[in-house]
């Protein structure tokens, strides 16, 4: 770079940060490192496209993976295949053995199964569905001895001021 360069802010794209200089021509550039010691220069009139450049040189290439994996979703058990990683979010790519598509990961992380055999998976789904039996039980038990404590301590207090009362009334 022969022309004269101010320094400006530095911009993050796809997690790395880049220095932004201003040249003499009213382009804003930034130099992205390739691996030893190379390094490829970018240049835009406006920081937008400079920012959009610099994605598309740090772009990873798209690869295609088959990594199949079980969903447990309460009760049932759902297929999927994860096929890559999307180049945005970070997210897993999943197509679903419904045909349906879909990210997985981020905040709403899980754990996913291996995929099981045919014996493995009738003795999971034997297991969900004697859990969930269990569980429903217990939410019954529970349910029909809740209390409200502060409902009964303010009766008690209340029984105790009547009989107080009435013996005060003797």
Not at 39 to 62: C, F, M, P
Not at 118 to 147: G, H, I, N
């Amino acid at each position: 770079m022969a022309d004269k360069r101010l320094k400006a802010n530095p911009i993050e794209v796809r997690g790395n940060t880049y220095q932004v200089y201003l040249t003499d021509h009213n382009e804003f550039v930034a130099e992205v490192p390739l691996g030893d010691g190379e390094k490829k220069v970018v240049s835009s009139k406006t920081i937008e496209g400079l920012r959009d450049l610099l994605g598309n040189v740090t772009r990873r290439k798209a690869i295609k993976v088959a990594v199949p994996f079980v969903e447990v979703m309460g009760t049932k058990l759902r297929d999927g295949v994860a096929t890559g990683i999307h180049q945005g979010s970070g997210k897993v790519l999943v197509a679903w053995a419904d045909g349906h598509k879909d990210q997985i990961g981020g905040y709403y992380t899980q754990k996913y199964l291996r995929p099981l055999d045919p014996a493995e998976r009738v003795e999971l789904q034997r297991l969900l569905e004697e859990d969930k039996k269990a569980s429903d039980a217990l939410q019954e038990f529970l349910r029909k001895r809740y209390t409200e404590v502060a409902n009964l301590v303010k009766k008690a207090i209340e029984e105790v001021e009547r009989k107080e009362q009435t013996g005060a009334a003797k």
